[in-house]
Nanobody, 117 residues
Framework: QVQLVESGGGLVQPGGSLRLSCAAS????????MGWYRQAPGKQRELVAT?????????ADSVKGRFTISRDNAKNKNTVYLQMNSLKPEDTAVYYC?????????WGQGTQVTVSS
């Protein structure tokens, strides 16, 4: 089992920045990829960015050049970060952390990001 705890959401003005964090615990040795997804009201959940244990990174086209995903794999620690710069109102959504093992995917509880003036 893997548990995910997210933090760092909030309200920010357009053009501002936020940093999301997701700390994994439990069977972290089994995780081979972590990432962030988001879901805006009335829309389907979509991929934002993912990073594998081999540091392969994927970004959604809509966030390339603005968001940066990183991962801390220190001993007994597995945390993924999402640095979000130049935020736009269309980035408003609930952001979910994801961890994938060879058995299943795990999800965090979600953190709200609101970009508004």
């Amino acid at each position: 089992q893997v548990q995910l705890v997210e933090s760092g959401g909030g309200l920010v003005q357009p053009g501002g920045s936020l940093r999301l964090s997701c700390a994994a615990s439990g069977s972290i040795f089994s995780i081979y990829a972590m990432g962030w997804y988001r879901q805006a009201p009335g829309k389907q959940r979509e991929l934002v960015a993912t990073i594998t244990s081999g540091a392969m990174i994927t970004y959604a086209d809509s966030v390339k050049g603005r968001f940066t995903i990183s991962r801390d794999n220190a001993k007994n620690k597995n945390t993924v970060y999402l640095q979000m710069n130049s935020l736009k109102p269309e980035d408003t959504a609930v952001y979910y952390c994801n961890a994938t093992t060879n058995v299943r995917a795990y999800w965090g509880q979600g953190t709200q990001v609101t970009v508004s003036s």
